[in-house]
Structures are given as structure tokens and as C-alpha cells.
């Protein structure tokens, strides 16, 4: 069978062939909350079966980078309000393969010539790397070629439950990974709260319970049945009965401290994963990473992982959680230098871990740092307080922009 693209020159070829390794690429892949009418509904006739993902989200992918995919505090949502579930879903999880692979299966020539090819190229960088290390000038005009390639942004769990399932080849393509999500242990969690499942409406506060007369007054409790009373019986004896009338006692509850409000709004923020998520999350973390940082060399170039743990005392789950995925991450990197930062606040704890290849060693280094509100987006009249939108651009990766 003639081909146009094998009758062009070789060299021919190989300059189109770098302007496709040459061009940069964008991937959001994460999850979104099933709405109709603004309610959120579970979509038990899931086409795709997705291991881990509940059936109150769907897979959500872009080919571009969306940060509103990564936000926490206004998580994504898919309304189906005029349409049904099945042309919804195509249209937010249809994503397209990125060229350099479209064009390795179109035949085997083309493959071998196109991974020929990557190959001399990455090693022409590596040389130019060791050669130009010493000279500082020319590192910042070479840090721009690090720009090219395909950039995968997923969030964490649900959207690396999402790559595993549906989108595993863009693991191979990927120069640089972006992971970012939270994790919530779920023996951390205070039986009651509103993350808890173990709260029960019996232990909230109810209108007729609000209404019981306290025993120290030793009155009977009042009656709540009220009756219509015709107008002149009820006008004449207003004017004769001047007693004031028996009313029941409000009983309220103290107020909540401002800390308890802030950790029960971070304990909605941040739900508690499904046991199936819990379970299976941390498989596809370590999957990605054994296929990022193998033993030989890979086309990667950078990690970098933000991982936030709510709570005012998570920073032993960090460390000593089997499940975490800080654990994970350094359990299967088999070579490379590590770099992480710890934040430690009074709602959660962040930690930003970035990870570069490196076949012949290994070195971690570890930083530690309060975690502050910025101040200069606050009133500067009093002292700033943290709140979920500050642990928002902590994931999105703004709060190193302002």
C-alpha cells in the first residue's frame, strides 16, 4: 500500500518528527460529582466500570490544564439537566492520543524510525546537560527545552483510579507528572462528626428535644397542641385574663468555638474515601511511579506531588500510615533525587514532594516550614487566619504564585 508520509525524505521525516517531540501538550485527568438540578445523583448504568471511582462521580478528562479540575473547596461537577448520562460522559472522558503515539501505530517503520530517533535525542540532551552544568547561563536557556513534551495533571485518588483504568498509555508519554489531592485516615476521624458515618440523627440536635423544660424548674412540661379559638372568645378574654400565659423553655446549646467550626468545615471539605478507593488508590500510586522511575532511563523529567492531610494533628499520619501515599512514592521511586517540604497548620498539613531522575543514587532532602495564611490578600488590621480556600491554592500550586 502507497504511503505520502513514508515517500517523503528521511530528513524530511526527522524534522517532522522533532517538531512533534518539540510541541507541548497539556492533560487534566480527574473526577466529577454527578448533578441534575444541582443534585447530586449515583449513576448505577456506568457503561466503563471503573474499579475504585464511587457511582456518584464520573471520570472527567481535558486536553488542556484546568484548575478547576484540581480544586478541593468547589469540587468539579457534570449536570445532566438537559441531557442523558451517556453523551455526558463521552463528551468529558473522550481524549484524543497525543501525536507522537497516533504516529508510532500507524505502521512499523514509522515506530522503529520515531523511537530511533527518540532515543539519539535524549541522549544529545543528557550530553548537553554534563557539558553545560557548569555555566549558569546557558542552564536557564536549556531549562526551556524541559517545557516540551506532554505535562499530566491528575488528581488524587479518583483520578489516578481514572488514568489506571482508561488511560494508562499516557504514562509512557508523560515528561512531567502533576499529583495532587488529599488523604484522610479514616481512624482519625471523631465518631459524630460530619464526615463521620458513624453519626447518627439521634445525637444532633432536634426541635422537639430544643423545646424540653429542664428538670431544675420543676414545671410540667406545656402542652404543643394549639387550637383555633373564635375571634370575640378569644378578644374577650384578652381583656379579662391579664396572666401572662406559660411558655415553654428554649433550651440552646452553647455556641461552637470558631476552631470547631473551621475544623468541622474542613471535615466537609475533605470526605472520607470508600473503602473499594482506599484500597485500590494506593496500588495505581505506586504503578505510576514504577513506570515513571524505572531502574534504566526514562523520558521523565519531574514529579511533583501535593498532597494535603486534614486536620489540626495529622502530621503522624504523614509518616506512620502504611496507606499514605508519601510512603508509597518513596517506596517504589528506585532512583532519583527527592525533595520534599513539609507545612504544618492549624487545619491540615501539606506536603509538596518533587522527584527528578536519577539512575545512579538516590538523595532525599526535607524541609519543614509553618503554615501561614498570606497576608498580603487579608486585612493586614488583624491577625490572618487559614481557611479552606488557602488549602485550595495550596493543591492548584498557587501559593508559591503570590
Known sequence: MYSAFLALPTELRCNIYDYLLADSQAVTISAGYITIFGNRIQDRARKHDIPGLPLGLAPLARSHYDASLLSVAKPPEIAIDHGWMGDVEQTNSTLGMPAPLALQLTCHLVKDELTDYMRGRRQ?????AQSLASNVDDQKSFTGIDEEGLSLHVTYPYGLLVLKSKYPYL?????????????????????????SPEGSDEERPTLSGSFAIAESFGTPAP????????????FAGASTDTRPAQR?????????AQQDRRASSTQTTFPPFFETTNALAP?????????????????VTKLSARILYPGENSY?????????????????????????????????????????????????????????ANATVRSTMRTPRMGVEDLDKFLVGEDENS
Not at 544529545?124 to 548537553?128: F, L, N, V
Not at 402542652?223 to 378569644?234: E, I, Q, S, W
Not at 504503578?287 to 526514562?298: C, G, K, N, V, Y
Open 223 to 234: 402542652m404543643r397542641t394549639f387550637r383555633r379559638r373564635p375571634f370575640a372568645t378569644a
Open 171 to 195: 504514562l509512557k508519554q508523560a515528561r512531567r507528572v502533576y499529583v495532587s489531592g488529599y488523604y484522610t485516615n479514616p481512624k482519625d476521624l471523631e465518631p459524630g462528626s460530619p464526615a
Open 283 to 299: 496500588a495505581a500510586l505506586s504503578h505510576l511511579i514504577r513506570t515513571l522511575f524505572p531502574p534504566e532511563a526514562s523520558q
Open 124 to 128: 544529545i540532551k543528557a550530553a548537553r
Open 248 to 256: 415553654p423553655r428554649l433550651r440552646l446549646d452553647p455556641p461552637i
Open 316 to 372: 503522624g499520619t504523614v509518616w506512620d500510615d502504611t496507606n499514605s501515599p508519601v510512603t508509597h512514592i518513596l517506596r517504589s521511586v528506585c532512583g532519583g533525587k527527592i525533595d520534599m517540604k513539609v507545612k504544618r497548620g492549624p487545619l491540615a498539613t501539606g506536603l509538596h514532594m518533587t522527584v527528578q531522575p536519577k539512575t545512579d543514587g538516590r538523595i532525599v532532602s526535607t524541609s519543614w516550614e509553618n503554615w501561614r
